[in-house]
């Protein structure tokens, strides 16, 4: 070992341990102390969580983390200000199809460190990640509340909602 690979190896731990220092600046130590010492299976890991993982990629497990289904109804009743109330809905009050695009309550983390960190800086206590076609299912639970008599109900947004601390985010 090189005195700059220990110098390589200190700074990571430094940056590991320290709580105030960001994940991505520990990933980034990590991705240059994967390249010096030639291996690729690490740097491929550090890339990816600093990046994100793409859609065909297989996600780690503790980047699949427990989550609610949160939607927003709003409720437009003539005369009154608008109502929002916000709901955990069951997978299977989703229309039909959600299961095919893997929508359940476990959440899959895609994001890349520095918008994980982004995205929990900017949120009070949860972290709202939208699945896979939510706008669509929205729209169609929409038109559900409608055929059952509540007409002036329209869902707005349908999401996963993670607490910050969640393990994982």
């Known amino acids: 070992m090189t005195?700059?690979?220990v110098r390589g190896l200190e700074q990571l731990e430094?940056?590991?341990l320290d709580?105030?220092?960001s994940l991505a600046s520990a990933l980034r130590h990590c991705l240059l102390?994967?390249?010096?010492?030639?291996?690729?299976?690490?740097?491929?890991w550090a890339l990816k969580e600093?990046?994100?993982y793409p859609a065909a990629d297989e996600l780690p497990s503790y980047r699949k983390v427990p989550a609610p289904l949160e939607a927003e109804f709003v409720v437009n009743l003539p005369g009154y200000s608008n109502q929002v109330n916000t709901q955990r809905v069951s997978v299977h009050r989703l229309p039909q199809g959600v299961g095919e695009r893997g929508i359940e309550e476990n959440a899959p983390i895609r994001q890349g460190?520095?918008?994980l960190e982004a995205l929990i800086a900017t949120s009070d206590?949860?972290?709202?990640?939208?699945?896979?076609?939510?706008?669509?299912?929205?729209l169609a639970m929409t038109r559900q509340q409608q055929q059952?008599?509540?007409e002036f109900t329209n869902v707005t947004s349908l999401y996963w909602a993670i607490a910050k601390g969640t393990p994982g985010l």
């Open 3 to 5: 005195t700059s690979d």
């Open 14 to 16: 430094r940056a590991v």
């Open 19 to 21: 709580d105030t220092a």
């Open 33 to 44: 102390l994967a390249g010096y010492a030639h291996h690729e299976e690490l740097r491929a």
């Open 50 to 52: 600093l990046q994100g």
């Open 113 to 115: 460190v520095r918008e």
């Open 125 to 138: 206590r949860t972290v709202h990640l939208s699945p896979p076609g939510s706008a669509e299912y929205a």
């Open 148 to 150: 059952s008599g509540q």
